[in-house]
């Protein structure tokens, strides 16, 4: 059973920080993991998606790698600003059921100006 | 234009009524979702919608039932509320079958609370 677990819970840092999100998934047998944005009250937005045969993608000053034989994925924002504070959602995609999009607990983000 | 719309925003009731949210995606996707989001903030999904048929189905309890009266639109209905209930719904929706390199577009979120 697919389990999806990031680290930290919740992460404040000064702006202009670098900063290292992590998650972990338990079956290394995923369609794609995506790592979303959701801001209090609202829905939730794609960021990056990574399909199981590339190794990361970039937007902006988001960076997000995969490592499927280890199970694990990091999120990398560059020049953290106030307005990355939002909680950051990881989840795979089973390559058994690409119709069932797993879900981390996310990690809550707080940039202080 | 708004992709996937959901109503009611909030939604503040009695324990024992029974209730529907509403779903309605105008992006031409084939596949709709419904998903709960606890306390916790832990994201679940519950059931999944193929061209009006249901494709995915977890433990959810039978007082919780989707209806699709077109590939546009994935209904919640809710019988018989119980605090447990209490939670932020969102539908989603995607292609089908999605592309490795597609992604599900959610909406807002009903936020429901049982009193």
């Known amino acids: 059973k697919q389990e999806v677990t990031q680290i930290p819970a919740a992460l404040s840092v000064p702006e202009g920080e670098n900063l290292v999100l992590n998650c972990s998934f338990t079956d290394s047998a995923i369609y794609n993991l995506q790592w979303f944005r959701q801001d209090p009250g609202k829905g939730l937005t794609s960021l990056l998606l990574?399909?199981?045969?590339?190794r990361e993608q970039t937007s902006g000053r988001l960076n997000a790698s995969l490592d499927k034989s280890s199970g694990r994925s990091t999120l990398y924002i560059a020049a953290s600003q106030p307005g990355d504070s939002a909680t950051y959602l990881c989840a795979v995609t089973p390559k058994t059921s690409y119709d069932k999009v797993i879900f981390g607990p996310g990690t809550s983000l707080s940039v202080i100006p | 234009d708004t992709a996937v719309s959901q109503t009611p925003k909030y939604l503040v009731t009695q324990m024992g009524n029974d209730k529907s949210i509403k779903c309605e995606q105008n992006?031409?996707?084939?596949?709709m979702y419904w998903y709960k989001q606890d306390s916790k903030k832990f994201l679940k999904i519950m059931f999944s919608?193929?061209?009006?048929?249901?494709?995915i189905n977890e433990t959810v309890p039978n007082r919780f039932s989707p209806k699709s009266p077109d590939k546009a639109h994935l209904n919640l209905h809710i019988n018989s509320l119980e605090l447990g209930d209490s939670a932020v719904y969102f539908c989603?929706?995607?292609?089908?079958?999605?592309?490795?390199?597609?992604?599900?577009?959610f909406g807002p979120g009903t936020r429901l609370l049982v009193l």
């Open positions: 919608y193929n061209n009006k048929e249901l494709i």
């Open positions: 989603a929706s995607s292609p089908h079958p999605p592309s490795p390199g597609e992604t599900q577009y």
């Open positions: 990574i399909q199981s045969s590339q």
């Open positions: 992006l031409g996707h084939d596949t």
